[in-house]
Structures are given as structure tokens and as C-alpha cells.
């Protein structure tokens, strides 16, 4: 706080009853937190939107110059394999263990103690990552058939698949060693680095595509391996990057190499806390991505094409993801933890509310678009080079599938880490497990009517099935309280979106999307012209029904 603002505030209790003046102290204190939180998480969310904007040019480039064919399913497959391995040891369960001890060791033990937790963890990491690095890159085969063994229905694809496996394995080292540097980063308050360094991940494959392709394709090699090179490149360069931002806060990760050193980490008290954590946040994550495994291998065994038109699905949804869901979890987990550990319960509820608000504001809207403007969104994108007609139409089911449980998939990005801050990994996991059975069923059901479009709408569906179980438990613990206001806010976001989803209906057959192909820029433009009004429309109906939107600073 500046010296003319604190002036200002000293002033003003000064000459008001003490009891007031406390009052306007507690005012002014949560008025700055939610500020900084908002302030927090608007950097994470531009940091991430440059992250996905050359994730989808890296998408478009990858979909113009491959198409959707058995060689990018090989590369989808390939690349799912270590970024499955990398949602155990890096930002999944790893994280979901680290983060809220860090947090509670930095408040309640200080930095020193907190820089010895940072070096025994990375200790403990990095040989667990040595480990499995050499066991994947020797198991490669074997991974691929149980991701995707309908690849082997072209054994030029599987074999491709297995190659890539193993040059894009070590990925998954560099990765959950940057996943432990943005957990102190965060930890500390410093989230654009963490936020922006994916973005090298994109250049890298951008250039691999682009320039790589090429010259593989010069030298009589298969092209699309340029993409597991990019790969490994751009994991390199995010870790470099984010050990220079640890250096510079003096927090740079000690990694022992001697076994009695390993031995010491493995038997430290805080290390033993992130492993007690870990076990269900596995469990957990393997849940998840039990599901992803079933829903890959069943794709792989529909239309060709159909691994890719999901992953294409995949990457348009992950805007609204990451710009809301992920950003949100980033800012708040490190601050829910902090709030948990100094016992204030009554911080950790109104940050859990704000955020909740802030996904049904923003979240309801993307969902609106998914569902009714999915074509044109696919279309703009994608519909270049060697994607089809044909391909628009299934990446478009796909997306409208993946709209219905957008809410859903942004929620428990805020909801999960209520229970992570509390050190509870079991919960989440039991309701993940659930989740899991009922969307397998779900698929039974679905995929025979939908194809390859079923699988994102199970997916969808619980999703939401799974948020209302965290919002439920959360609730009925007593932890979040929800504030007044909650039934006119809901009744508000709901009229403007109908208002919305009407216009987008509309925009969406009034133009003939596909056959603008060979108008690029003219489509290009149209489509920023809607966006620009969809957003005028959602944002002056919440007007015109009352919703200010200035209480989201000051709430």
C-alpha cells in the first residue's frame, strides 16, 4: 500500500469510534485481499490466454499440414502418454500434495524451514522421475497398445506411436520438475512465470511443424516426428526458465545425489506429508485418466480420424478452461491453504464464494457458445488445409459435447482445491471414482448413438455430476457458507445467457461458414464482429437486470 493510501486510511480511523475504525479496518483488509486475488488471477488468465492463443495456432498449424489421419492419431496418442505419467508426478497429484503443505510449512514454520522441504521434495522427485523415465522409454510398445491398441489396426501407426512414446517420454521429467517450481512460485505469489512458460511449449512445436517437418521430410524420415522433438525442446525451456525465476527469489531446488541424501529426504517429516497426500491424489488422478484411457481406446476403435477430432474438440475448450477453471485454482489453492492454516475460516469461505461466482458468470456464457455457435467456432479454426468439411462437422459434435459439462469442468477447479487446502485428497478421489462408473455406463448408452461425440458428452455429464458432489460436500461440512444474494444472481446470469443463446442460434445459421473457406479474412472478421456482440449482449442484459459487476472487486 502506498504512504498517501495508508495516510488516508489512518486518518479515517482516527477520527471515527474505535469500533468503527476496526470495522473499517477489516473492510479495507478484505477489500485489498479479493482485489489482489482478482489482480492474481486476471495475470494468470492473460498469461494462460497467450498460452492457449499459440496452443491453437500450434493446432492449426499441426491440423493444416497432417490432417486428421492415422499418423496424428499415432503423434495424439504419443503425446497423451507422457502427459498421463505427467499428471501424477507434476500438476496433478504431486502438485495437489505439495502445494498446500509448502503453503502451510511457509506460514507456519517460515521460509528457511520451508527452503529444506523444497530441497528434499525435489530430491525425492527427481529419482522417482529418473526411474520412471528409463521403465517408459523401455516399455513404450506396451504403453500404446494399452492406450490405444485399435492404432495397430495400421501397424505403420502403432509403430510410429511407439517411436514418438519414446523420444516424448523424458518430457515428463522436465514437466513435473516445472510443475514443483510453479508450486513454489505460486506459493510465493509470483504467477505469471508459471502461467507463461507453456508458451514455449507452443513455439517449440510451432517451429517443429512448421520448419522441422520439412527438413525430416528432406531427410527421408517420417514428418511428424519433428513434433516429439518440439516436445522435448519446449519441456527443456520451461523448466530453464522457471529455475531462473527461483533462482532470482534465492529459492533454487537443492537435488542430492547421494543415496544416504535420498534416504534423508525420503525420511523427512514434510516429505512424508506430501506422500500421506499423494496416495489418494494418485488414486485419484488415475481415476481420471482410467477414463480418458477407456474413452481413447474406444475412439481408436471408431472412424479413423476419430482420436483426432476429439483432441482438436479438446483444445477449443480448454480456452474457457484455462482462462477461468485453471487460472482460478492456481490463485486460490496457496491462499485457501494459507487461510487454513492461520484457522480463518471465515477468509476461506468468502474466497471459495467469490470464485464460485466468478464461474457461474463467466462459465454459463462460454457453455452458451460451445452448444450454440460450435460450427462457426470449428469452421474459423480449423477448416484449412488438409481438414474437411467432413472433419469440421465431427470436431463440431465433439465441442458441443464438451459445452454441456463445461460448467461442470470449471467448477471443480475451484471446489477441488477446498479440499486439497484442508489436506483431504481421499474425498475428491471417492467422488472421482464414482463419477468414473457412471460415465463409463453413460458411454454404454451413448457412443452407439453419438460415436466418437459420446465420449465428450459422458465426459460432460459428470463433470457436472462431479461438481455438485464437491459443492454438496463442501456445504454440508460447514466449510463454505454461501453469501446473500446467491437466487437474483443465478436468476440474472440465466436471463442474459437465453437472451445470448438465441443470438448465437442465429449467427450461427445466417451464415454460410464452410463455404467461406476460400474467405478467410472475411470469416475471420465476422466472427470477431459476433464475439464483440455476444459479449455486448451478455454484459448489458446483466446491466439492464440489475447485476453490478463492480461487487466482484469489492465483494
Known amino acids: 500500500m502506498s504512504e498517501d493510501v495508508a495516510s488516508k486510511a489512518f486518518d479515517s480511523i482516527r477520527y471515527c469510534p474505535a469500533g468503527e475504525g476496526r470495522r473499517y479496518v477489516g473492510w479495507q483488509a478484505a477489500t485489498l485481499r479479493v482485489v489482489s486475488l482478482l489482480k492474481s488471477a486476471s495475470v494468470v488468465s492473460l498469461l494462460t490466454l497467450a498460452s492457449r492463443i499459440t496452443g491453437l495456432v500450434r493446432e492449426l498449424l499441426i491440423a493444416s499440414t497432417f490432417g486428421a489421419s492415422a499418423l496424428t492419431d499415432a503423434f495424439n496418442v504419443a503425446f497423451r502418454i507422457p502427459n498421463l505419467f505427467r499428471r501424477f508426478f507434476g500438476e496433478g497429484a504431486f502438485s495437489q500434495a505439495f502445494v498446500p503443505v509448502l503453503a502451510a510449512s511457509k506460514a507456519q514454520h517460515g521460509d528457511a524451514v520451508t527452503q529444506v522441504l523444497i530441497d528434499r521434495a525435489a530430491t525425492v522427485l527427481s529419482w522417482a522421475l529418473l526411474v520412471v523415465s528409463i521403465v517408459g522409454v523401455a516399455a513404450a510398445p506396451a504403453l500404446v497398445w494399452a492406450m490405444a491398441g485399435g492404432l495397430q489396426q495400421n501397424p505403420h501407426g502403432f509403430e510410429v506411436a511407439v517411436v514418438m512414446t519414446r523420444w516424448m517420454f523424458p518430457y515428463i521429467a522436465f514437466m513435473s520438475l516445472v510443475a514443483l517450481a510453479a508450486g513454489v512460485l505460486n506459493t510465493w505469489k509470483r504467477f505469471a512465470v508459471p502461467a ?111 482420436v483426432s477430432w476429439i483432441t482438436y474438440a479438446d483444445r477449443l475448450m480448454e480456452f474457457p478452461t484455462a482462462l477461468l477453471g485453471v487460472a482460478m485454482g492456481v490463485v486460490l489453492m496457496p491462499q485457501l491453504a494459507a487461510a487454513r492454516a492461520a484457522g480463518d475460516t471465515a477468509k476461506y469461505s468468502a474466497m471459495l464464494d467469490w470464485g464460485l461466482r466468478l464461474v457461474v458468470l463467466l462459465a454459463v456464457p462460454c457453455a452458451v457458445a460451445l452448444i450454440a455457435f460450435a460450427k462457426p467456432l470449428v469452421a474459423v ?26 460448467i461442470g469442468i470449471v467448477a471443480i477447479k475451484v471446489l477441488a482445491p477446498g479440499y486439497y487446502a484442508n489436506q483431504d485428497t481421499k474425498t475428491p478421489v471417492r467422488i472421482a471414482i464414482a463419477v468414473l462408473v457412471i460415465t463409463q455406463v453413460l458411454n454404454i448408452g451413448l457412443v452407439p448413438l453419438f460415436a466418437h461425440a ?101 465483494r
Request: glycine share 10%.
Open 454 to 554: 459420446a465420449l465428450t458428452l459422458s465426459i460432460g455429464i459428470g463433470a457436472m455430476i462431479n461438481a455438485a458432489w464437491l459443492l454438496s460436500g463442501l456445504l454440508w461440512r460447514g466449510s463454505y457458507k454461501p453469501e446473500a444474494g446467491w437466487g437474483v444472481f443465478v436468476l440474472q446470469v440465466i436471463a442474459a445467457s437465453v437472451l445470448l443463446m438465441v443470438f448465437l442460434m442465429w449467427a450461427n445459421g445466417a451464415f454460410p461458414w464452410t463455404q467461406m473457406r476460400g474467405e478467410s479474412i472475411k470469416r475471420i472478421g465476422l466472427l470477431a464482429l459476433i464475439m464483440v456482440a455476444s459479449a455486448a449482449i451478455y454484459f448489458v442484459a446483466l446491466w439492464a437486470a440489475g447485476l453490478k459487476l463492480r461487487q466482484f472487486i469489492r
Open 196 to 306: 507463461a512458460t507453456p508458451v514455449l511449449l507452443n513455439l517449440c512445436m510451432i517451429a517443429a511443424a512448421w520448419l522441422g517437418a520439412p527438413w525430416f521430410k528432406t531427410l527421408g524420415l517420417e514428418p511428424i516426428y519433428a513434433l516429439a522433438g518440439g516436445v522435448l525442446l519446449g519441456g527443456v525451456l520451461q523448466l530453464g526458465v522457471q529455475l531462473l525465476a527461483l533462482k532470482k527469489l534465492g529459492l533454487t531446488p537443492h537435488i542430492a545425489l547421494r543415496w544416504s541424501a535420498l534416504r534423508t529426504a525420503w525420511a523427512d517429516p514434510g516429505t512424508k506429508s506430501i506422500l500421506k497426500l499423494m496416495g489418494p491424489a494418485l488414486l485419484g488422478v488415475s481415476v481420471a485418466h482410467i477414463s480418458m484411457l477407456i474413452n481413447t481406446q474406444i475412439a481408436s476403435r471408431l472412424a479413423t480420424g476419430s
Open 381 to 406: 479454426l480449423y477448416h484449412y488445409g488438409a481438414i474437411s468439411e467432413h472433419d469440421v462437422q465431427q470436431i463440431t459434435y465433439a465441442l458441443m459435447g464438451w459445452g454441456v459439462g463445461l
